[in-house]
């Protein structure tokens, strides 16, 4: 059975390499290394702003530019 992790040490390449962007009304907010993070944050915003467009995209390494990662 094939994994991650060999030997139990994680690799740099087995390591996912994907992040969550949180936008709000079709501009870019945040990126957070987790979906969990993101998706809180989101929720907050929505509580505070319930009229905003809040969504929370998927992107890869490659598609990640100059903003702060949470």
Sequence with gaps: MGGLMKNGIATYGSLSHEYYVLKVNGRTNSIHRRYRDALREGLLLKNQFPHDD????????????????H
């Design 54 to 69: 809040i969504k929370v995209y998927e992107v890869t390494e490659e598609a990640k530019h100059d903003t702060v990662l």
